[in-house]
């Protein structure tokens, strides 16, 4: 099974830097996705991490340690159009060979103010 | 490319009646899912297709709630009888493969009354 864990809310101010942690367990650990909300809509995939490092994709980047069960997304030079839900998503190794399923944690309700 | 298509996108029904959500997922993609989604919640998987075959159904309730996809494509959820406490986001999400990154439909946001 898995073990999602993030913030429920965080608040930042336009321009400035936000960190959203996500810790996990789980067993068959194959990746982990961010994925961003806005109220009402879809989620939209952001980022993808399956070996340890930072990927960095223009204003966001997401970190992953595997040894430590820790993501983290980074938002950088926030806009107010950033304000929204942002989910951690866990992808790892269900029955049958080649298959797995993906999880997702909570989310974490990002509010940028002036 | 037309993304994932869900319908409808909302839907009021009276409890005890039953509800029927369909999915057009992405042209070429073999996974399919159906997530639920409470207000202020990560969305929670019910089913995942692989082609025409549901392979992980365990948080599916299965008293009341079904799901097919036929040939491999479109899939339709349906609940019957619907509960009060149904009153959720209805996700839909395909991916080229299991574990791919899922592109997510807009979603059918259920209320039972």
């Known amino acids: 099974g898995q073990n999602i864990d993030q913030p429920t809310e965080m608040t930042a101010t336009e321009g400035a830097i936000v960190q959203i942690n996500c810790t996990y367990q789980t067993s068959g650990f194959n990746g982990l996705f961010w994925y961003q909300q806005h109220a009402g809509e879809a989620p939209t995939f952001l980022s993808y991490?399956?070996?340890?490092g930072l990927e960095e994709k223009g204003r966001f980047s997401s970190f992953l340690s595997r040894s430590k069960g820790y993501s983290y997304l980074l938002l950088k030079e926030l806009q107010m159009k950033d304000s929204a839900s942002y989910l951690c998503a866990v992808r790892d190794s269900a029955s049958g060979a080649g298959s797995y399923q993906l999880t997702f944690g909570k989310g974490t309700k990002l509010s940028v103010i002036p | 490319e037309a993304g994932v298509v869900q319908s409808p996108r909302y839907k009021i029904i009276e409890k005890k009646q039953p509800v029927a959500f369909w999915c057009n997922p992405i042209s070429g993609h073999n996974t399919l899912y159906w997530y639920l989604q409470n207000l202020g919640q990560g969305p929670e998987l019910l089913i995942r297709y692989e082609n025409e075959e549901a392979v992980d159904d365990s948080q599916l309730p299965k008293d009341r709630f079904s799901a097919e996809r036929l040939k491999g494509v479109d899939s339709t959820l349906k609940i019957q009888p619907a509960e009060l406490g149904d009153s959720a986001v209805y996700l839909c999400?395909?991916?080229?493969?299991?574990?791919?990154?899922?592109?997510f439909g807009q979603g059918t946001r259920l209320t039972v009354v």
């Open positions: 999400a395909s991916s080229p493969w299991t574990g791919s990154e899922a592109f």
């Open positions: 991490n399956v070996l340890d």
